[in-house]
């Protein structure tokens, strides 16, 4: 029989603790509606007594959502407590989640203590805590390099004080799937009051273990896993929650199953990329841009007569529309014909031939193939395109006093065609520009700077993803002036929509 897994995110905790990516109350408050919409069922909302801003997003965010468990964070310390326990006190289900170090590291080096008194502050601290709410959690920090005996000693010890999680954090990554595994099986077998608690998985990814060594935890007992949207976190970053969602959906032999609504992973992955400034890794698992592209011929074939031949996981699933299939010098001819169907050009096995051995001259020229190359490819003329649309001018106005605005001249179909608008910055100014004088509903899905050369004067790649009609389209530009490039690979992605 299936058991819940219960989903403790600490993206806005644990996440939000990597450099440059911290968010304001407002942000913070609509990642959270958006994990409460995803179906999270705890929600660690910060660390209240490290700062004022923390304290006051957690009563904000107490107010904003109803469903889920609203979690604070402490370490061992009376006033930590106080301070949570006032932080959470407009939160419908709130948690305290308190803890203490009890690896040899933490407690000789850290806390310069002694297992016993190390084990009474435990106590203690459940104890406290249990006087605001009913719901705490304990976490032993350092657990993944905590000796077993000892660990189970503690662990038992702040269940019979009243903990009813009890979390066993790999503070570090240094465990193996195995070794994390194993610890909470001996953790399962040795606690007396072990039935009176729910255990948790909480995993650094330092080795690129984190998914691995969660999963392991699951699989022998661990009903509920603390996780961040994309993996994100301190030094290497925390379980991805995308990762383990998805690994357990595609697992049947793993008998647990979660409340989360798995088509909005990746609508939630990239509010959070966006919102805290952090590109997702084109390769990373679930939600990168890679993750459902196919370049090679073999691979391409496979996916277009059977998704299963080559996906385990079908993208409709996390909210991706379809695979996407790329093509390069290592593309065959199926995925050269899918793309020309799609066109609108329907070859003869002779003229495939033809216009497959063109595509492979040309793919070993270019490192991306174009809805305009394959024009060219099968002899038709870009004048003969349903669609042309060029940059002519662009002049945007910004600067720290100035309300930034951009004028934007597009010759579409052979006609000029001028607009002004207002935006957030130049970029954005120059999109809603784009957007008045195209008359498409576009969403930004995603939009990438990269750097191509080195210096003051470098040339800055802009990749950009829309969304039309349910169907996306990737843009491409590459400039000294980035607000130019920006705008043109947006009218790179606008060319290719039908």
Known sequence: MEEKLYIFDTTLRDGEQVPGCQLNTVEKIEVARALEELGVDIIEAGFPISSPGDFNSIVEISKAVTRPIICGLTRAVQKDIDVAADALKFAKHKRIHTGIGTSFYHINYKLKSNPEEIIERAIAAVKYAKRYVEDVEFYAEDAGRTENE???RVIEAVIGAGATVCNIPDTTGYCTPYEYGEKIKFLRENVKNIDKAILST????????????????????ARQVEVTLNGIGERAGNTALEEVVMAIKSHKDIPVYTDINTKNIFKTSRLVSTLMRMPIQPNK??????????SSGIHQDGVLKNRESYEIIDPQDVGINESAIVLTARSGRAALNHHLQRLGFNLTPDELDDAYNKFLLLADRKKDINDDDLYVIVGVGKAEQKRKIKLKYLNVVCGKSAIPMATVQLIIDGEVCTATASGAGPINAGFNAVCQLVQKKLTLEE?????????????????IQVENKGNIYYGFSANTDIVTASVEALIDAISKIN
């Open 150 to 152: 000892y660990l189970a």
């Open 202 to 221: 909480h995993c650094h990814n330092d080795l690129g273990m984190a998914t691995a060594n969660t999963v392991a935890g699951i699989i022998n007992g």
């Open 285 to 294: 698992a679930i939600v990168g841009r890679n993750a459902f592209a196919h």
């Open 447 to 463: 939009f990438l700077v990269q750097a191509v050369t080195r210096g003051s004067d470098d040339v800055g790649k802009v990749h």
